[in-house]
């Protein structure tokens, strides 16, 4: 049985937990990246076929690579995170239903036959798997700056070409041009410059049932 956490818990994932602006100047190591990587997986996706990629930038140079497709209020604060996440899916995510759900492989012909079933399973678990990333992430003692306000397209071209081998090398059984951007996530130790005064939320009553 599943013990409830602590409230000291639920307010570093949920009730004092902030979007982040500004960062401090310390880095995110790499085995925490991996520590991340290995919480969010365990989050439940449809039939466990896991659609979600993640391409951490983690240097000057991605950084640079990713400029020209931000809009211009999210320029400096991306620039001056430790690691900006490119949370993505996969467009063929259902070749691995073998591994991944093999009780039932043949569940990848439902998806393989509906681009449209295809693409809304995606959007609806990769993001779903965006959102364990950034529980991951404040679990770990990261901030997060989870973000819209960019060009998917520019990423895409940028980071997922249809034709590019060194680019398919980034992620080593997914060949390149089938992943496409959905959001993206600043990750590091906040600077308390970059806290806004938290904005209202719905109410239980507003936003909830009953039945």
């Known amino acids: 049985m599943n013990q409830r956490l602590s409230d000291e818990a639920l307010d570093t994932l949920f009730r004092e937990a902030h979007t982040y602006n500004a960062w401090l100047d310390r880095p995110v190591e790499d085995a925490t990246l991996r520590q991340l990587y290995d919480l969010l997986k365990w989050g439940p996706t449809s039939a466990n076929l896991s659609p979600a990629r993640i391409l951490f930038l983690r240097t000057p140079e991605a950084k640079?690579?990713?400029?020209?497709?931000?809009?211009?209020?999210?320029?400096?604060?991306?620039?001056?995170?430790?690691?900006?996440?490119i949370v993505a899916y996969d467009e063929r995510f259902y070749e691995l239903a073998p591994r991944?759900?093999?009780?039932?492989?043949?569940?990848?012909?439902?998806?393989?036959?509906?681009?449209?079933?295809?693409?809304?399973?995606?959007?609806?678990?990769?993001?779903?798997?965006?959102?364990?990333?950034?529980?991951?992430?404040?679990?770990?003692?990261l901030d997060c700056g989870p973000m819209s306000g960019?060009?998917?397209?520019?990423?895409?071209?940028?980071?997922?070409?249809?034709?590019?081998?060194?680019?398919?090398?980034?992620?080593?059984?997914?060949?390149?041009?089938r992943i496409k951007s959905n959001f993206l996530c600043n990750l590091g130790y906040g600077a308390p410059a970059g806290l806004f005064p938290r904005n209202p939320r719905l109410t239980f009553e507003e936003a909830c049932r009953l039945l």
Not at 67 to 84: F, H, I, Q, Y
């Open 64 to 85: 640079e690579r990713l400029r020209p497709a931000l809009s211009p209020g999210n320029v400096e604060k991306t620039m001056a995170a430790p690691v900006t996440v």
């Open 150 to 177: 960019f060009d998917n397209g520019k990423v895409d071209e940028e980071f997922f070409p249809l034709s590019s081998p060194s680019e398919s090398e980034v992620m080593e059984i997914i060949p390149a041009g």
């Open 100 to 141: 991944l759900f093999p009780h039932y492989p043949a569940i990848a012909d439902s998806f393989k036959n509906s681009p449209e079933q295809a693409y809304a399973y995606c959007l609806r678990n990769g993001s779903l798997q965006g959102a364990y990333l950034i529980l991951a992430a404040r679990s770990l003692g």
